[in-house]
């Protein structure tokens, strides 16, 4: 237990850069819809690609912690729905290097968020139907590397949260603890 008696997991660098990785392909899948919506803003981007970096084994750095918040800083500016699912997915993946050795519910969204979010996007560019949201994750889940579905299982369910993100959250995690 920590001093705040919040329960610690065993994480090591591997399936951390695992996760980032998980997390990175997940989110270049749907960076496309937010280039098309906001060609000039390269945020998401750069925030994938330093995602990618720490999963090649790069060190956690200020400059990818700061990839992550331009990242959601991008998807909160942007208009389209679609887009702001793909920056927050963008955003998901630099932060995965972050993850928290905490056995809490909030730590899944650091596994599954951006896979969450790049299906969300999908979902939305294909007119709200969630056939192809159940799809997209149905590909995350058989993306997940042992590694990934290891780190997920010392995690508690997350909590049930409301709405769409909610709902695709709490699908692919069930999926992933199978």
Not at 43 to 56: K, L, M
Not at 82 to 101: R, T, V
């Amino acid at each position: 237990m920590s001093d705040k008696g919040k329960v610690e997991i065993p994480l090591s660098d591997d399936e951390l850069r695992q996760v980032a990785l998980f997390a990175a392909i997940c989110a270049r899948r749907v960076l496309p819809i937010f280039e098309a919506a906001c060609p000039n803003d390269h945020r998401p981007r750069d925030a994938i690609a330093e995602a990618e970096a720490f999963a090649a084994g790069n060190k956690r750095t200020a400059t990818l912690r700061a990839c992550a918040w331009a990242a959601y800083t991008a998807a909160r500016e942007t208009k389209r729905a679609a887009a702001a699912n793909a920056a927050q997915a963008a955003s998901h993946a630099a932060a995965a290097a972050y993850l928290h050795p905490l056995a809490t519910p909030h730590q899944v969204k650091h596994v599954l968020g951006a896979a969450v979010h790049q299906a969300l996007a999908l979902e939305l560019e294909a007119g709200n139907d969630i056939a192809v949201g159940r799809e997209q994750l149905h590909w995350a889940a058989n993306l997940a590397s042992p590694a990934v579905r290891s780190v997920l299982r010392r995690l508690p369910p997350p909590i049930q949260d409301r709405g769409r993100f909610g709902e695709l959250l709490n699908e692919l995690d069930a999926e992933l603890r199978r």
